[in-house]
């Protein structure tokens, strides 16, 4: 490799660490082996913040699904306090009402009472004189008697007119107790619905601070991602630098490579529009299922070019087929073989497994021209 593209490369890799924030193992540029494992960590770390992406992605979903249904619940507690506070508002006004009313009674049987005893009191203290004015100011007996039941009338009259006053005290100060006893209960109610309200929108606001933090780690996945891939693209132009005249005329053309393994196909190759969010998301190859210690093949001849541990994809085997095309098998549990090693198509390079960034035992397998990635597809029958 020449002095600037060693010096480019190095200058690339420092850059991708300080942008994405992520540690890069510290390599040496001096063979293509070299810019493979470079470009396949790049790959891989693009790969892992688009699966984190992907993964914060699902769980705002499901935030946002628990803020619809608080905010649901926000609504009904809502309703529910206002409901039982507009009785308690009018629970309140008809105190207030009956209090007026009841010093207006007060203050009419206060009247009423005075006026009585005071002519009662006028009765006892002139009782006799009254009764000989009215006894000799009257023409006739019938006339006497006509006075004195006049004068009992009036009495009479005081007496029922201070009993209904007195009734109707009572029934106020009755009605006031019983909208106390209600009120008291009212703002019970009003207190235990302004207190679970409350509570929800505390809840509300915890699950919206969480989405928000959920975004922000969403949107760093996303630029670490475009800044991984950015940075695997200039890494794949320096191997395309490299393997220029240095390769053999390759015999693999399209179709011409066997499946590593046989099993279901979980994720095809390159741009996809993801589910939730409708944007578009690259995974750099195909990975096929399999079980632990399946028997992973070569997909043709060709010479190992690494065999051993590369960050996120575990335990990797790539193989240069010759004319600048190179495949990849990762996620291993054992390799069978070794660098400088040449393979025949179907030998057993490895063994299925789940190590690196994996959920499960798959080959993640990789086609590469002039160090670019292709779809592995058009090369399998």
Known sequence: MSLRNRNRLGSLLLAAVLVT??????????????????????????YEAQQRAEKVSLEMENVAA?????????????????????LLDITEENIEAAEEDLEIK???????????????????MHGQISYIDVLFGAKDFHDLSTRMDLWKKIIRQDYELVKAIVAERAAVLELKEQLEVEQKHQKMLTDVAERRESSILERRDRKQVMMAQLE?????????????????????????????????????????????????????????????????????????AGDYGDEIHAAAPGEVI??????GYGYTVIIDHGGSLTSLY????????????????????????STGNSTGPHCHFEVRIDGELTDPEEYLP
């Open 330 to 353: 990762g996620h291993n549990e054992a390799l069978n073989v070794g660098v400088g090693q040449r393979v025949d198509r179907g030998d057993v390079i490895a063994y299925c497994g």
């Open 216 to 288: 922000s780690e969403r949107e760093a996945a996303d630029r670490m991602y475009e800044e991984s891939l950015a940075a695997s693209h200039e890494v794949e132009t320096l191997i395309k630098q490299m393997l220029r005249g240095e390769s053999s005329p390759s015999a693999v053309g399209p179709g011409g490579m066997s499946w590593p393994l046989i099993g279901e196909i979980t994720s095809q190759y390159g741009w996809r529009v993801h589910p939730i969010w409708g944007d578009s998301r690259y995974h750099s190859g195909m990975d096929i």
């Open 21 to 46: 924030g992520l540690w890069l193992p510290p390599v040496s540029a001096e063979s293509k082996e070299d810019l493979e494992n470079e470009l396949a960590a790049l790959q891989q770390r693009a």
């Open 306 to 311: 690494h065999a051993g541990w590369i960050s």
């Open 66 to 86: 628990e803020i619809q249904v608080i905010d649901d619940e926000v609504a009904v507690a809502s309703e529910d306090y206002r409901r039982v506070k507009g």
């Open 106 to 124: 007060t203050e009419q049987l206060k009247q009423r009472v005075a006026a009585l005893k005071k002519r009662v009191r006028d009765i006892y």
